[in-house]
């Protein structure tokens, strides 16, 4: 089965602009073309649209996502590198993770801090108390 760029667009919650400046980035060589031009898209084709999304949202440049696809098109002597970006990639989500972890214990405690407060009816009820917002980020 084939689909416009419209209907690919829908198919991946992508705007069809989105897949339009991913083609004009070199991140479609895959994605075959009508003789008039028209770019036509293949059940195969939402693979790679997947991994490019996935890519992105995982804070991968476009840079990095053409690296990529440019090493996939190459063939199998460009596995060792293929590898190498996601695991780069999986360094830099887990980096971020832990820093989310950090800002969720901020939250939580903040929560925490107007939940006791508003029982309470004053924030006088942490008079005393110390809180070290800064050992909650370590």
Not at 6 to 12: G, K
Not at 29 to 51: C, H
Not at 120 to 127: D, F, K, M, P, R
Request: charged share 30%.
């Amino acid at each position: 089965m084939t689909y416009t760029i419209s209907q690919a667009a829908e198919r991946m919650g992508v705007s069809v602009p989105t897949l339009r400046y991913y083609d004009k980035e070199g991140l479609l060589p895959f994605v075959d073309r009508k003789p008039n031009g028209i770019r036509v898209f293949k059940d195969s084709d939402f693979e790679w649209l997947a991994v490019i999304n996935c890519m992105k949202n995982a804070g991968g440049s476009i840079k990095e996502i053409r690296e990529y696809i440019d090493l996939c098109m190459a063939g199998d002597d460009t596995l060792e590198a293929r590898l190498k970006i996601f695991q780069h990639r999986r360094e830099v989500v887990e980096a971020e993770m832990e820093q989310l972890k950090k800002l969720m214990a901020v939250i939580g405690h903040k929560i925490w801090y107007y939940e006791t407060t508003l029982a309470a009816g004053t924030e006088s009820v942490h008079e005393g108390l110390c809180y070290n917002m800064e050992e909650l980020l370590k």
